[in-house]
DNA sequence: CCAAATCTGATGTACGTAAATCAAAAAATG
DNA sequence: CATTTTTTGATTTACGTACATCAGATTTGG
């Protein structure tokens, strides 16, 4: 049987009470007596009853979910996920809000965090633009007790307690060498497709993609980078363009959303010449486009375990115990048409 | 606030006991009743608190893991993993227990679970061998309401609650692919180098693999299969001397274990030829030869997750609840040089 | 050395559920 | 209708922890 306060108390010659003190970091105990305590915690090898805990604290986590505004079928994804915990709060003891703020407006950002901070909640989950005004916001949280955790997008140089998204030079990493390698040493041009070159995680994807092309596959010329706002409009109208005054172009690499438009333009030109492609982010669209043949790898990360992998990081770092690293790691999937979920 | 069975038993117009004797199916409670508190449930919405219940029952859940007593990288890893959950178990209130049988032995295995089924635990996780009997084994176990979940290799057609484990066809189908791509329209010929034919999900990844390769690669031929039997000393010999003997070979295909000694053999070859691997399961020597170039891409499936999904899904099904699918599925890893872990 | 401040013990209640006991009420049986 | 059987209620204890209160002990400071 595992060790309760009460063999704590026994072992340390103490009362209930005093171990109470010491392990809920009351005042009023002695240093000795704390000591003695601690030892007996230590030597039998003590840990506090987390649900027994909760319960008679009647705890819920409050957490806040703050999101960009944006409307592309990631998001709704990531969002319908946070709805998905939601439902789930009253048996996981959490009480989650989700509050969006317009997308890129790093000012925006920051005063909301000030709300939240407010707030007092239990744990605060965004995703960070990449701007050092944010950064001084999340540390500020961070000093302020509440644990943090970024989602999909990083902060890199904050005190954010955890990142909850996929290492997204590594994706660009592996994008490159796929289309390299798919492409079987042919010689050619290459069109990139962006959101924009304002966020991080798609700065990081083209530096990764960028690095391996230069290294391992010099035959193949990346052309200049294409932004397309995470829009299908605009992404449609510049593919189109590209292809159709770039006879050299032979694969492309689109590492952002927006990926309608994008399909939409190669199946207008399918006919002229095979085109290997790239995408990110496993949508409706994108899986169809996947299975008919018109894009050829689907890198991708899982919003579902973002979210609860957040989730379990800020109730964990709230009762500040330990996560397990391997469990939090999110993964960059691959998704070819054979092993689509 | 949520409600609690006080709740309930007011609603319903009921004392406290004969809601629990509702909640915990206990004899002496009229059809009548039983109903108007199952209404009473139902609508206020009323889900009993896990972790006070568990307080109050002191529960425990006792698990059996039961496993092959293979000695290769793969089945070391899983011992691992399940021994770290062990390590866990005073905060998981679980009480796992390892036992080992004989490879490939069903007879073995039917014995143990057997033994196991008298221990009367909390849910069975077991790596099947596929044969009848061991079917009629895992079904007699879940008539007796103990819930059983397969690891790694499935066992088809019986009434096991849940499969943890990677979709073996699909992972055959995926290797497929990547290697005709990765070998960009050249002709020629493959060898495959497998555990057994006897073992299921090796069976299932050669199905996967002929088949896409038959329709979508057809100038791509595969030579007899290698059964090497997860022996790096076998498999060395077996690729030797398949590659001494076959000019044609320019791509293999490893499904099984024992690539020590493909690896080993693929680098005493190295400069006659370039050839491209895939292989299964991230170790420590197929991680160091996909650095290296030996090895293209390793397919992967992440020993932890499906200890840890194991787990999850057997508490689950022994407290009756639901389990998150999407979280419970075994995503099928493919691990390129620059996405490594 | 006394008073004040600080520390410690003893005790009780609470959290939401499980499980047991015993009494009381209701229903079924003859 | 009386008796037996079944069903229901009331109450209590327990699980492991949190938290509050108050009395008593010990340590400080003057």
Redesign the interface.
Known sequence: M?PTVHDIAAAAGVSLATVDRVLNQRPGVRHVTREKVENAIRDLGY?R????A??AKGRVYPLTFILPASDNSFMHGLNAEIRAAVARS??ERTDIHIVEVPAFDSQALVRELETVAAEKPAGVALVATDAPDVRAAVDRLVHDGIPVVTLVSDLTGSLRHHYAGV?NI??G??A???LG?????AKGELAILAGSMLVRDHRERLE?FAS?MAQEFPALHLTPVLEGRDDPEVAHMLIADALARNDGIIGIYSLGAGNRGLIRALKEKAVDRPLTVIAHELTAHTRAALLDGTI?AILNQ?A??EV?SAIRVLKAKADGLAV?D??E?I????F????L?
């Open positions: 595992r840990v009853d987390v649900a027994a909760n319960l009253a048996t290492d590594a994706a990493r592996t490159a060498r796929l390698r798919f492409l079987g040493g990764g391996v050829d899982d579902g375990h609860r397990i391997a469990q790691r993964r960059l999937d691959i070819l048409k054979d092993n979920p």
